[in-house]
Each structure stands twice: as C-alpha cells, then as structure tokens.
T-cell receptor, first 113, second 113 residues
Framework: DVKVTQSSRYLVKRTGEKVFLECVQD?????MFWYRQDPGLGLRLIYF???????EKGDIPEGYSVSREKKERFSLILESASTNQTSMYLC????????????FGAGTRLSVL | GNSVTQMEGPVTLSEEAFLTINCTYT??????LFWYVQYPGEGLQLLLK?????DKGSNKGFEATYRKETTSFHLEKGSVQVSDSAVYFC????????????FGQGTELSVKP
C-alpha cells in the first residue's frame, strides 16, 4: 500500500512565524501535491512537483513556497504565517503523469493565531 | 476553465436509505472522473473512478456512471450504513494542467442508526 505521511496532525503557530509542513511518501512516486481544504471550497491546489527540484504553482500559491530536494519528500513553507492561512493542509502523491490516481496523507490542521 | 459542482450538504439519512449525491462538471474534452471519500479525521481515499463516457465505477456498494450528455457523475448507494458517514468529493483530472485534480466543494453525509 502507498503511504503518504504528514509530519504533524495539528499545529498551532503565531502570526509572522515561518512554518514548515512536511510530507513523505514511500512509493517512489514522481509527482507530489499540496492542497488546502476549507469548508465549502473543497480542495484547492497550492503547489505541485513533477520531480525532484521541480515545482509548479497551483491555483493559490500566494504566501506559500515549496521544496523538493529528495524524491520522497515535499515540503510546504509558509514564509510568514497569517491568520487567513488557518486551514487543513493535505499532501498527495502520484506515480507519474500517465497515472491518474492520487494518494493522500491524513492532513495537517494548522491554526495561526 | 474546468470545474466541478456538487450538491450542497449536509445530507442526513437513516440507515438503509438510498443515497444520491449529485455531481456535474464543466470541462473541455473528456476528463477522467473520480469520487473521493474523507472519513472523520483522515485524508482522502479514492472511492471509485471512470475514465470514459458510459463507464460505471463501483466500490463498497457505491456506483457512479459517467454521463457525457448531461456532464454528470452522480454517486449512488442502495442502502447506506452508519459507517458511510463521511465527506464525499467529486473530482476531475485536468490533463492540460499537469494532470491536476479539480475538486467539488464536498458533500457531508451523516447516517443515523
């Protein structure tokens, strides 16, 4: 079974802090994704990565950056957290572009105070 | 652009009732369609998918048929159980944008004994 692990289930941070959300997958998947989930809005794509050191902006990249130094790890960075970034963050991975199933982690619920 | 619209929730049903969750989409071409489910406290799991018109996806008693003429992919189950209580997301894959998933807003289902 594919396993996508997000390092924290819950995080509480203060406005202005730099926040790192970590995601690791164990299936040697090429593609990884970060989504944000908010009530009534579904999931919105923040960033995705086709391969190591590659990244593409999604629909809502403002205020976020990402890092993919190793194939199994994809980090989401909030450079200066703000209260409107309080949300559930979900990481996903996919074997490759020709494969259309994404596997999700359990999510990190981030509260910015 | 491509989009997915789901019926609003929450939906509350009694055990053994019939379930329909409506999903319609707007897309160029013929995208693959998915239903994902999110149980309380967990990430999203793929429930079923269909890759071309008239395909029927099925899993765990749930079914959905890809209807090109009505651009719909409604989720149905003949007899729901308490354990089906979850949030259900309809999604399509946008091959033109790196194969990203575009989600509907989610429909919360609550099944009472």
């Amino acid at each position: 079974d594919v396993k996508v692990t997000q390092s924290s289930r819950y995080l509480v941070k203060r406005t202005g802090e730099k926040v790192f959300l970590e995601c690791v997958q164990d299936m040697d998947h090429e593609n990884m994704f970060w989504y944000r989930q908010d009530p009534g809005l579904g999931l919105r794509l923040i960033y995705f990565s086709y391969d190591v050191k590659m990244k593409e902006k999604g629909d809502i990249p403002e205020g976020y950056s990402v890092s993919r130094e190793k194939k199994e790890r994809f980090s989401l960075i909030l450079e200066s957290a703000s209260t409107n970034q309080t949300s559930m963050y979900l990481c996903a991975s996919r074997e490759g572009l020709a494969k259309n199933i994404q596997y999700f982690g359990a999510g990190t619920r981030l509260s910015v105070l | 652009g491509n989009s997915v619209t789901q019926m609003e929730g929450p939906v509350t049903l009694s055990e053994e009732a019939f379930l329909t969750i409506n999903c319609t989409y707007t897309a160029t071409g013929y995208p693959s369609l998915f239903w994902y489910v999110q149980y309380p406290g967990e990430g999203l799991q793929l429930l079923l998918k269909a890759t071309k018109a008239d395909d029927k996806g099925s899993n765990k008693g749930f079914e959905a048929t890809y209807r090109k003429e009505t651009t719909s992919f409604h989720l149905e189950k003949g007899s729901v159980q308490v354990s089906d209580s979850a949030v259900y997301f309809c999604a399509l894959i946008d091959a033109g944008q790196g194969g990203k998933l575009i989600f509907g807003q989610g429909t919360e289902l609550s099944v009472k004994p």
